[in-house]
C-alpha cells in the first residue's frame, strides 16, 4: 500500500502546495514524476540485494529509508528540495513492492500463490481508496504537510511489522550481487520474449487505469467541476472493482486455468473501454457515466493482475527478485511515462483520456496474444 498512498494522498493538496511553493500545476507535478521515476529506478536494486541478503533485511532497510524520506517531505522548505525528497521517497517505496511479491512466490505453488497475489491485490487496492480521502481530510484540517507526516507514521508502522516477518529465502538459494552477475541475470531476463510480453502487457493494462489516478485532479476539478473533498466519489468505486476483480481471481485460482482468467479479464476492460469512449462522446459529465467505466476496467484488471503476475515469475524461479524488479520497473517506468507525458497530452477533454485508454488495452491485448502465440511454439518444440 506504500505505493498507492505516496501517489494519491497529496493529489488533493495540489492548490495548496502549489500556493506554498509559488509553483504551477505542471511544476508540481512532476513531483509525481520524479517519484514514479526514482521508484522504477530503484526497482532494479531492491529484487537483486533481496536475492542476495534475504528479503527481510532489504524490506527493513527500504522502510527505514521510506520512514526518513517522508518526515524530510513533511519539512520541505521550497519547491526544489520537495523534489529532491520525492525522488528519495520513490527509491525507498519500491522496496515493500517487489519484496512482498517475491515473497509470496518464495512461499506458495502456482495455485497458491495465484490466490496469495490476489488477495494481497485486494489489500493493495485500499490505498488508493483510503488515500485521497485521508488526504483531503488532513489538507482541510492540518493542511498538506499534515499529509507527509502521516504517510511517516505509516512507513514506521510498516517497519515494526517488517521486523515480525520470516525470512522466506533460505541462504543455500541466495545469488551474487556484483554487477557484473546483476546484469548478466537482467540480460536473461530482458532476451526471454514470453516473460518480456506479460509484463509489458500487464504494465499497459494498468496503464489504461492509471492514466485516471494520476490525472485525478484534472478529472475532479476540471472533468467534474467537483472540491478536494471529491476525491472519493472517483477513487472508492474504482477500489471497488480493483477488490471485487482480486476476490474473483482468488475464487478462480484454483478450478480455471490462468489463460480463460486472462481472457475473461481482458473482455471485461475491452468492454469497459468501449463504454467509456461512448460516455465520453454522447453522455454530458457526470459521475457516473464517468467513473462506472472504470470501475469495469479496475475489475477486469484485478482478474488479470495476480495471473500474469505468476506466469512471468515462474519463467525465472531461481532469480524471482530479479525477475519481480524488472516487472516493477516496467510498471512504474510505464506510469512516469502516463504522468509525463500522456496525461499532458490528453488533458483537454474526457475523449482525450478515453483514447488514450483505448490506446493502452489495444497494445496490452496483443502483447498477450503474441504471448500465447510464442508459447503454444515453444510447447510444440519441446514435444518429443
Known amino acids: 500500500m506504500v505505493g498507492p498512498l505516496s501517489i494519491n494522498a497529496y493529489l488533493p493538496s495540489f492548490p495548496d502546495i502549489e500556493a506554498t511553493f509559488g509553483v504551477s500545476r505542471v511544476m508540481l507535478a512532476q513531483s509525481l514524476t520524479v517519484y514514479l521515476l526514482a521508484f522504477a529506478i530503484s526497482t532494479l536494486f531492491w529484487g537483486p540485494l ?144 514470453r516473460f518480456v510480453c506479460l509484463i509489458f502487457s500487464l504494465s499497459l493494462g494498468f496503464a489504461g487505469l492509471f492514466i485516471y489516478i494520476a490525472g485525478a485532479p484534472t478529472v475532479i476539478y476540471e472533468f467534474l467541476g467537483l472540491s478536494t473533498n471529491d476525491f472519493g466519489l472517483q477513487f472508492i468505486p474504482m477500489v471497488a472493482g480493483l477488490m471485487l476483480g482480486s476476490y474473483y481471481s482468488g475464487r478462480k485460482a484454483h478450478h480455471w486455468p490462468p489463460a480463460r482468467t486472462i481472457g475473461i479479464g481482458f473482455c471485461i476492460m475491452v468492454v469497459a473501454t468501449g463504454l467509456n469512449l461512448f460516455s465520453s462522446v454522447f453522455i454530458p459529465a457526470a459521475i457516473f457515466p464517468v467513473v462506472a467505466p472504470l470501475v469495469i476496467y479496475a475489475f477486469g484488471y484485478a482478474m488479470i493482475m495476480p495471473a500474469i503476475t505468476i506466469l512471468a515469475l515462474d519463467y525465472f524461479p531461481q532469480r524471482r527478485g530479479s525477475a519481480t524488479s524488472m516487472q516493477g520497473f516496467v510498471q512504474i517506468a510505464i506510469s512516469a511515462a502516463v504522468t509525463s507525458i500522456a496525461i499532458p497530452l490528453l488533458h483537454a477533454s474526457r475523449l482525450s483520456f478515453a483514447i488514450g485508454q483505448l490506446l493502452f488495452l489495444t497494445t496490452a491485448a496483443a502483447l498477450i496474444l503474441w504471448f500465447y502465440f510464442l508459447e503454444k511454439g515453444a510447447t510444440a518444440k519441446s514435444r518429443p
Request: proline share 3%; glycine share 10%; with cysteine.
Open 50 to 193: 533481496s536475492d542476495r541478503i534475504g528479503r527481510r533485511k532489504t524490506l527493513l532497510a527500504s522502510m527505514s529509508l521510506y520512514l526518513t524520506a517522508s518526515i524530510a517531505c513533511a519539512l520541505s522548505p521550497d519547491a526544489q528540495s520537495f523534489l529532491l525528497l520525492r525522488v528519495v521517497q520513490g527509491l525507498a517505496a519500491s522496496g515493500g513492492f517487489i519484496i512482498g511479491r517475491a515473497m509470496i512466490r518464495d512461499s506458495y505453488d502456482t495455485r497458491s500463490a495465484h490466490k496469495a497475489m490476489a488477495h494481497v491485490t485486494l489489500l493493495f487496492a485500499l490505498g488508493p481508496a483510503i488515500a485521497p480521502i485521508l488526504g483531503g481530510w488532513l489538507q482541510e484540517q492540518f493542511g498538506w504537510r499534515s499529509v507527509f507526516w502521516f504517510l511517516g507514521g505509516f512507513g514506521a508502522l510498516l517497519l515494526v511489522m517488517g521486523i515480525a516477518i520470516n525470512e522466506t529465502l533460505p541462504g543455500d538459494k541466495r545469488h551474487s550481487f556484483h554487477p557484473y552477475k546483476v546484469s548478466i541475470a537482467y540480460l536473461q531476463i530482458t532476451r526471454h520474449s
